[in-house]
C-alpha cells in the first residue's frame, strides 16, 4: 500500500512507479482511494470513475480544496523512477505526481488543520477538454468542488502561479481568383493579402496588465499558415491561424472583438474556432492571502491556461502550486529536484496548519 505518512519524495516515486497513462487510471486510483481509506481520519471518500474525492466536515470558517491530476502523457521508457544527484526521474514526476504526493502525505499528516480540507484527483486531465475527469465530476458531483480557495498542484519551481490566461484561436482568411502564375495579372492572389495580416501582427505591442500583484503578459501569435494549389497556380483561397493568449480581465468576448479590431479593414474573414477563458487571481480573498503569506509573497502570473479556469468560473479563487519545473513536463527526461517536494510540503503545511 502508498505509505502517505512516510516521506513525500518516496510517495512520489511510488506514485510514479503505478503506470496511468489518460484513461488508464484505474490503478492507480485504486491504490489512492485505498491509501486514504486506511491512513486518514475524519474525512468522507468516494469514488468517481477514475477519479478519487476526500472531505473533512469540521465545521472550520473555511474549506481548502487541493486537486491534482493522477493521468500522465505516454510513458517514453521512463517509468519505473530513478533518483540521481539529488532529483527524481520518471514519467510524471513534475506533471504531476510530486504534487499529487504532497497532498496525499499532507492528508494523512495535518492533525488539526485550521481549514476543512476537500481532495480531488481526478482522471483525464492530459488528453481532450471533454473527458476531464473535472469536468465530470463538475457535472454529477459539484458539491465536491466547492471552497474557499482551490490549490491546482501543476508544477510551478515553488512559486504561486494565480490564474491562467485565456486562450482563442481565429483562422483569418482571404479569398482571390485562380489563374496560371505565367499570366498571373489574370488572377488575384490570397496569399499576398495575407501579407496584410502578417504585417499587423508583426506591428502588434501585447498589453501587460497587474492584477492583484501579478503581471499578466498578452499575445497574439500566427501559429499556422495555409494557402497554395500547385507551383504554376495563383492560389485563390489562404488563411492563417492566429491565437491569441489575454489576461485575465478580459472576457472571451471582449477578446474576439479585440481581435477583430487588430485585423479591420483588411480584405480578410475572421472565423473562431476555440477559445477557453482566463481565470482571476483572486489574491485579495482571505483565504488566498493567507496562501501567499505562508509561501512567503512567491507570487507569479501563471502563463498558459491550467484547470483553475474551472474553479474561477464556479466563483472560487484558484492558484497553481506544486513542485517541479513546468518546463521538464512530458519529456523523456522529466524529472523532480527532490527538495523541491520537501519545501512545497512544509509550505503548504504551514499554510494548513495556521
Not at 492530459?126 to 465536491?144: Q, S
Amino acid at each position: 500500500m502508498l505509505d502517505l505518512r512516510g516521506d513525500p519524495v518516496q510517495l512520489t516515486a511510488a506514485l510514479v512507479d503505478i503506470p496511468s497513462e489518460s484513461r488508464d487510471e484505474a490503478r492507480l486510483a485504486d491504490e489512492v482511494e485505498a491509501a486514504l481509506r486506511a491512513q486518514t481520519t475524519g474525512f468522507d471518500i468516494v469514488r468517481n470513475g477514475n477519479a478519487v474525492l476526500a472531505r473533512t466536515s469540521l465545521n472550520k470558517p473555511t474549506r481548502v480544496l487541493l486537486a491534482g491530476h493522477l493521468d500522465t502523457v505516454p510513458i517514453a521508457d521512463n517509468v519505473p523512477s530513478r533518483r540521481e544527484d539529488g532529483e527524481l526521474y520518471g514519467c510524471g514526476t513534475a506533471d504531476m505526481k510530486s504534487g499529487d504526493a504532497v497532498f496525499l502525505h499532507l492528508a494523512a499528516t495535518v492533525a488539526e488543520p485550521v481549514h476543512d480540507l476537500s481532495l480531488v484527483f481526478y482522471d483525464c486531465e492530459e488528453i481532450d477538454a471533454a473527458a476531464n475527469g473535472l469536468g465530470r465530476i463538475e457535472r454529477e458531483l459539484p458539491e465536491w468542488l466547492s471552497a474557499d480557495v482551490a490549490i491546482l498542484g501543476e508544477p510551478t519551481g515553488g512559486y504561486i502561479e494565480a490564474g491562467c490566461q485565456g486562450t482563442l484561436r481565429v483562422v483569418i482568411s482571404a479569398a482571390g481568383t485562380r489563374a496560371h502564375s505565367a499570366r498571373s495579372w489574370l488572377g488575384d492572389n490570397a496569399i499576398h493579402k495575407l501579407g496584410a495580416v502578417l504585417d499587423r501582427l508583426a506591428g502588434y505591442r501585447p498589453r501587460r496588465v497587474d492584477i492583484d500583484g501579478c503581471e499578466y503578459r498578452e499575445g497574439l501569435s500566427a501559429v499556422r499558415v495555409d494557402g497554395g494549389v500547385a507551383g504554376n497556380v495563383i492560389p485563390d483561397a489562404a488563411s492563417v491561424t492566429v491565437n491569441f493568449r489575454f489576461a485575465p480581465d478580459r472576457s472571451l468576448d471582449a477578446a474576439l472583438r479585440h481581435v477583430h479590431e487588430v485585423f479591420d479593414g483588411l480584405d480578410v474573414t475572421v472565423e473562431q474556432t476555440d477559445a477557453a477563458a482566463g481565470a482571476l487571481p483572486g489574491l485579495s480573498q482571505p483565504a488566498a492571502k493567507a496562501l501567499v503569506e505562508a509561501a512567503g509573497g512567491r507570487v507569479r502570473a501563471k502563463y498558459g491556461w491550467t484547470d483553475v479556469a474551472r474553479f474561477a468560473a464556479l466563483g472560487i479563487p484558484a492558484v497553481n502550486f506544486g513542485p517541479g519545473d513546468p518546463n521538464l513536463a512530458h519529456t523523456r527526461d522529466e524529472r523532480v529536484a527532490v527538495g523541491d517536494i520537501t519545501a512545497a510540503a512544509e509550505m503548504l503545511r504551514r499554510y494548513l496548519s495556521g
